[in-house]
């Protein structure tokens, strides 16, 4: 079992939904990240927070819109999708805030489907 | 840019067939290269970090080594359960993971 844990594990939504997924970890790492993973495809960066603060946004669309209510916890706001959006979003997070060259460790993801 | 190459693309063995998987990178101050495993519809399982040339790593029936250039994951008598995508990633400055595109092996009985 992974130690993130995103939910839920599967989304279907409309284009003209509203919905977050969830990201925690309770390994104490100060930072973590979003990905979206296409099929047979490598994890892409999105979004990375480091302490808590936002520190690299990869040109991400602002219908994904991410928040880092505390040290454990990362969201992504999803507003208004497309149905290229459709993929696998991972959340990992590590121990060294992003900085240094500590692993991350990846949950489980959320399938997400945009109809 | 940091560029990495993963070779082959799939893998298919025998149980018991050992083999090997290669990474290839270019990067600019390699920070870290790590090699994770993934199964379909699962995140990545973290399997190991090498941070220099000559460094070495096991897990059970994994070996990861490193050179200035290449990574290798030799796979030591496979078993069914080894199946998976294999994927390779490289850091060099700041928090970005360049991955390569994976090896898909699988293992048959």
């Known amino acids: 079992d992974t130690e993130v844990t995103q939910t839920p594990k599967h989304l279907v939504m409309g284009m003209t939904n509203k919905k977050s997924l969830k990201c925690e970890q309770h390994?104490?790492?100060?930072?973590m990240y979003w990905y979206k993973q296409k099929a047979k495809k490598p994890p892409e960066l999105m979004f990375v927070y480091s302490y808590e603060k936002l520190s690299i946004n990869e040109s991400v669309p602002s219908r994904f819109s991410p928040e880092c209510p505390n040290s454990s916890l990362l969201n992504l706001h999803l507003h208004a999708l497309q149905p290229e959006d459709s993929a696998l979003y991972l959340c990992?997070?590590?121990?060294?805030?992003?900085?240094?060259?500590?692993?991350?460790?990846f949950g489980d993801g959320t399938r997400l489907s945009i109809l | 840019e940091d560029q990495v190459t993963q070779s082959p693309e799939a893998l298919r063995l025998q149980e018991g067939e050992s083999s090997s998987l290669n990474c290839s990178y270019t990067?600019?101050?390699?920070?870290?290269l790590f090699w994770y495993r993934q199964d379909p519809g699962k995140g990545p399982e973290f399997l190991f970090t090498?941070?220099?040339a000559g460094e070495e790593k096991e897990k059970e029936r994994l070996k990861a080594t490193l050179t200035k250039k290449e990574s290798f994951l030799h796979i030591t008598a496979p078993k069914p359960e080894d199946s998976a995508t294999y994927l390779c990633?490289?850091?060099?400055?700041?928090?970005?993971?360049?991955f390569g595109e994976g090896t898909q092996l699988t293992v048959n009985p």
């Open positions: 990067v600019s101050g390699l920070r870290g």
């Open positions: 990633a490289v850091r060099a400055s700041g928090s970005r993971l360049t």
């Open positions: 390994m104490g790492h100060r930072a």
């Open positions: 090498l941070y220099s």
């Open positions: 990992a997070s590590s121990q060294d805030g992003g900085i240094g060259n500590q692993p991350q460790h």
